[in-house]
């Protein structure tokens, strides 16, 4: 971290400030500058809230060199975490791509969908029980029923099952039926809910929320990797910004970022992102030419009927056909599908 | 709710649109423009999804409106909800000044803290037993043993405590010992936590989220609604936007937005709004003249030394100061404090 | 347009609405709906500012149905408009793969960077004489020995030249020396220069504003279609929001939506977009995969040494191996490059 | 500056990135840390792109300390500036009131309008002649004719005229007519016009950009400084973020944070900050508040029938009653009007 002080900062000022550094087991490097004195704190200061010095008299502003997170950082961790489900391994040279309805909503539905997504070259299915909704009033899910019938799904397809839990009590629910829990956008920062799938050795999946920065985004994977669960897969769904044309802003960027940043695998979900069925496969297609590690994409065999995200679910046959997009444009960036 | 057609399309396709809409029991208004034809559903579609239409062949757009929330909808309920705190009625006359540290540290530093805003004219004391924190590493709050020591705080100050809870678990025993349970803005759409706080009868603060529309915030009050419990308060504490010089930007135009479409009383946070010590009076004295039914200020007695947010706390003489000058602006809009 | 009335507007304020709808030669169908009366206007509304019926009393809000602009709009042309570039058309087959170095800063740069694109694949050089840049201290640019030397590098390679002129008085010197004339982001809204460009007969390339939405964009195309210039041809080039690990966010989502709304082509920047090199390959590849009409991308020879932008400007040989890898994505979406 | 090495740099690498830094006469202070490597540069590396050096290979990221504006900067004019109008002095303790309309329509209008404002309190009329619109079939001002009746209103009133120029050329002619030149929202990065207002002696309202930040702000203030121009007053009128309440979110954090790091007073524009009628006067209250050095609003005698910006006009009697509770604001801090 470095203190900058004031342009007018006083001996006194500096001094109170290079004592609580050292109060704080760190070492602390004065530099006057023509315009600025500068305070540079030497150790391992991460545990430390930096902010807490701009509290101090004379302190312009405290700027973290070091990134907060350890477990989730590549600074730690070089190599590529691999993270396995149903035999393959998401973050390695296969294209991950997960498809699904928004929401279970009956057995046919399932099954159907399950199937075509199989026979497309989906390597799991996702499908929400427990839905988080604005309001109040829409269709929230079918809970464990949706389950089951994930399960029933799983087991007729030999699909491994994406599902969320939207609160700590239902994980251990949640964990029973699925391979890879997931956690929405809305809860990135319910950090009991972040503790509680620490806790499980679940696969989670965890998905960007609207407003999050990267080093957020990674303190939250490191929220789950500090209770011990390493298999975090992130994914990217979209940022909310002034953008009207499109649901969500997609910002592909984020995946070389994760990738430099991060050992851990980052998928991305056009369907959330763009929330317009036309712009499904165009955003798919680009995602996989920007380096993702994997897909998820909502798919419905009957999108005027869902029961939620219709506009922006693809059928089965649009999605066979992405999938052969993919497949082509894989090998461009060494990957296959 | 109107859906636009695209320019081309067909007859068969409209047709559909109003099969479906006739379908949920409403009724279809087609009105055919120079170049466009606008399906107007006539009836209460609130319940229904309008995005589904958009699924449909044909189909531009849907716009809602009517406003999906109604509990919360001034239409609904166009008198001021006034919510009782400890004998003063929050969205009436009185501005209700909430102060009190960012997290409770110690008996020593809750009673001072406590006792010091009270004379300067709090009528509520804030205090986090239970902290959400971006990092798994910094200091996450002293948990219950922080609420009994707010709880010693209002017996030795007769304040009302507004303080916490983060998940479904924590919210009987926050509100054993809160008069005010607060919903931090990390968790507005932490539906489940919501239904929880909806099904007890503690006062609800409801913090904006950093990405929340004002309908979604409204939304997130009607969770709380629906469940029974009627005693809502909003409070903006900042948005996230490119904006750098604050740490988050306070949109106070969101209070007479909020006055006009709900009856539910709103508050500011200047200290989360802004995130620096030296524009909390400033933004303060802003939010009671745009017409803040009250404020929640963070009030520190040795910011220097707070284990968190003590960069946006002010002391006890700022805040005493600050006080008279808010006792100043109140008349101007007619009101008191 | 949509007029939608308040709650509890009267039938007078409804009165005053439909007259002056009447007044405007335009005809007003009242659709009285349960909670709301909506007001639709029939005819060509376009040359009406719609928000000034926001300013009657009785109003809630206005919904604009038809999209403002006419001669950019696809609805009026359906059939893509191809820009030819010196033999080759923009918006047709061939993706078009512009490169260059951010500033003109000598004779050898000029035409070292000129060859070495050529050589890899470019179809046109980029290069800046006058530089809009945030600071007065900056470089700003050769001006027009940048020019002259931009015209040396066209004869030396045969490639036509991309730049920028930043205010009316320096189009007719640029339009001398340029194929395409570029409108800078900050410049996206600079009326006076939009109209000189319009009157102009040189192909203007329009880059997306910071905070620009896809209409607005449209809108200023129209102010250069209405003075009778046709050639335009749209890019993006990232748009500022929270997100702070690249410079700006690519937001290229806007690529089908403009292609969707737009007879026009759009080209990417993945440089700006991202400002940083080792993420100009990926986000290029997505743009290709995403169905852009082609890219502009920054290449320097020795980027340590430029005099602007090196950060994000990528060397040669890295261009040459990107446009290898579009080579092999652009059949994927039925073009070639 | 300070240059951030990566976690891996080399010996090498920072020795070219050393050498670098001394080739420009600066010095370069190494500092080996556990984990980074930081190479602090001392002297005045102002007149230095930093980011040049984010080009060199082993450099993570550099971080500015030194701001890049100086005459604009408060640590080289720690005195507040006085801009002189008509007599009285904005930035000192009066409250400086600019209203009128959005723009001249007719003699009646802008005289009425102009009477109307004056007997309330303001201190100059504003009123556009050029109008930056969007659409170019929108209402694009009167032009001369329209300066040539606001000279008429200051000669009836005695109030000065605050008006916008659009582009390099109008500005002779506006500041024949014009007391305070105004720059557009849109504007603030038009560089050419910065230059040729700041080679003019007239006063220069300069409006804060939509997705400006402070310090882009504070530069293109520079711009006009550096020709020589001192008389520069900044106006806030809102930024574009995601929340729809409102036409642009205003930013009043902004006026603390520019009377902080920079001697130039700053307005606030609470009509296009907010967009709508209704929340024009908590807005004005609330910038009086904040401590703003004076408000410019939107009044118009007529604004059903305004021909721009009518929703977000208020009347001259609301005016009227606001300029009372605005009086009433002033003395709590600390200043009149």
């Known amino acids: 971290m470095i203190i900058v002080m004031n342009h007018d900062a006083t001996a006194k000022e500096i001094a109170e400030v290079v004592a609580r550094v050292e109060s704080k087991g760190l070492r602390a490097n004065v530099s006057r500058g023509e315009e600025r004195t500068l305070i540079g704190v030497v150790g391992d200061d991460r545990p430390i809230d930096g902010t807490q010095f701009e509290a101090f008299s004379g302190v312009e502003k405290t700027i973290p060199i070091l990134k907060p997170f350890k477990l989730a950082s590549r600074d730690m961790h070089p190599k590529d975490t691999l993270v396995s489900l149903n035999g393959m391994e998401v973050g390695g040279r296969k294209i991950a791509v997960i498809a699904g309805p928004c929401s279970v909503e009956s057995r046919e539905q399932i099954l159907e969908v399950a199937q075509a997504v199989k026979e497309a070259g989906a390597i799991a299915l ?13 269709f929230q899910g079918l809970g ?101 044309f499109s649901r969500n802003t997609l910002d592909l960027a984020i995946v070389p970022a994760v990738k430099k940043m991060s050992h851990l695998p980052i998928l991305v979900d056009p369907s959330h992102g763009t929330g317009r069925r036309e712009k499904v496969a165009p955003l798919s297609r680009a995602a996989a030419a920007v380096g993702a590690d994997g897909l998820m994409i909502e798919v419905h065999h009957d999108p005027n009927r869902a029961l939620s995200d219709g506009p922006q679910s693809i059928t089965p046959d649009m999605f066979a056909e992405l999938v052969q997009d993919l497949r082509q444009i894989a090998p461009v960036i060494g990957r296959r599908l």
């Open 144 to 244: 464990e029923k949706g389950l089951e019938l994930l399960a029933e799904a799983r087991e007729a397809t030999g699909l491994p099952i994406v599902t969320e839990a939207m609160s700590p009590e239902q994980v251990s629910l949640v964990t029973r039926y699925a391979d890879v829990i997931q956690i929405g956008a809305r809860n990135m920062q319910n950090y009991a809910l972040l503790n509680t799938v620490g806790e499980s050795n679940c696969t989670v999946l965890l998905k960007r929320g609207l407003m999050s920065t990267i080093e957020e985004l990674l303190m939250s994977a490191e929220y789950i990797l500090s209770e011990g669960n390493y298999s975090v897969i992130f994914c990217e769904r979209g940022v909310r910004t002034f953008s009207d």
């Open 126 to 138: 996702r499908g929400g029980a427990f839905k988080p909704r604005s309001s109040p009033y829409s």
